[in-house]
C-alpha cells in the first residue's frame, strides 16, 4: 500500500496545480471567445480545443518542441532562468495542464454564453466597471458551468498518460503518477500493487465525476425554474 502512495500524493498535487492553471486559462479564454467578434475567432476556438481530440503522444510531442532544453521556450528559460521543465513534476503539471485545459475551456464558454447579456449592460448602466460586471454577473451565474468543467479537467489531470510520459518521464518518486504507477505495475507483472492502484485512481475519478454530475443538474434544475 505504501508504495502506492507516493504517486498517489503526486498525482494530487499535478492533478491539482493543473486545474488550477487550466481554471484560470480556460475562464479568460472562454471569455474572451464568447463575448468578442473578432477575425479568426473560430480559428482560435479550434486551437484552444484541439488538445481534447489530439493524441496524448502528438501533444507531448509539441510540448517537447516548446520547452525542451532546446525549444523555443525551454531554451528561453534554461538560459535567462537555469530552469528546466523536463523529467521535473513541474513538467508534468504543465503537460496536464495543456490535456485538462480544452475541458474548462469549453464548459466557461458554454456558461458564459448562456448568460443573458441584458443583465450585464444593467449593471454597466448603473456603473459598474467591467471587473465588477464579470465578479457580480456575468462568473455568479456561469458558476455552475465552470465548476462543473473544472471537476472534469481535475478527473482528466489523475488519468493523464501520454504527454505527462512524454514530458515528465517515469521516475519513481519524481515523476511517476498514479498513471505511470499502473503502467510500470503491470509490466513487472505485479497484478496486486496494479489493482490498488487502479481503485485508488477509480474511487477519485468516480468522486470528481459524480460531483460534476450533481454540479450540472443543479444548474439545469435553476435554469428550467426561470
Known amino acids: 500500500m505504501m508504495k502506492g502512495l507516493t504517486p498517489l500524493l503526486l498525482t494530487l498535487k499535478v492533478a491539482i496545480l ?18 468578442c467578434r473578432f477575425r479568426g475567432r473560430e480559428l482560435l476556438d479550434a486551437v484552444l480545443t484541439l488538445p481534447l481530440v489530439m493524441p496524448p503522444t502528438v501533444l507531448g510531442y509539441y510540448l517537447i518542441v516548446l520547452i ?21 513534476w513541474q513538467g508534468a503539471v504543465l503537460a496536464s495542464a495543456v490535456v485538462a485545459f480544452p475541458l474548462v475551456y469549453k464548459s ?87 489493482f490498488i492502484l487502479v481503485l485508488l485512481t477509480s474511487a477519485v475519478c468516480i468522486t470528481v465525476l459524480i460531483g460534476a454530475g450533481r454540479i450540472l443538474r443543479t444548474q439545469y434544475l435553476k435554469e428550467i425554474d426561470r
Open 18 to 35: 493543473a486545474t488550477f492553471i487550466a481554471f484560470a486559462a480556460g475562464v479568460a479564454f472562454a471569455f474572451l471567445t464568447s463575448r
Open 108 to 194: 466557461a464558454r458554454a456558461a458564459f454564453e448562456n448568460v443573458d447579456q441584458n443583465l450585464e449592460k444593467a449593471a454597466r448602466t448603473l456603473g459598474s466597471s467591467e471587473w465588477g460586471v464579470f465578479f457580480r454577473i456575468t462568473f455568479p451565474l456561469a458558476w455552475h458551468g465552470v465548476m462543473a468543467g473544472t471537476m472534469l479537467a481535475f478527473a482528466r489531470g489523475m488519468g493523464e498518460f501520454g504527454a505527462t510520459l512524454m514530458v515528465a518521464g517515469n521516475l519513481p518518486g519524481k515523476t511517476q503518477t498514479l498513471s505511470l504507477a499502473v503502467y510500470d505495475a503491470v509490466q513487472a507483472g505485479n497484478d496486486r500493487l496494479a
Open 68 to 88: 525542451g532544453r532546446n525549444g523555443w521556450i525551454g531554451r528561453w528559460l534554461y538560459q535567462a532562468f537555469g530552469i528546466t521543465l523536463m523529467f521535473t
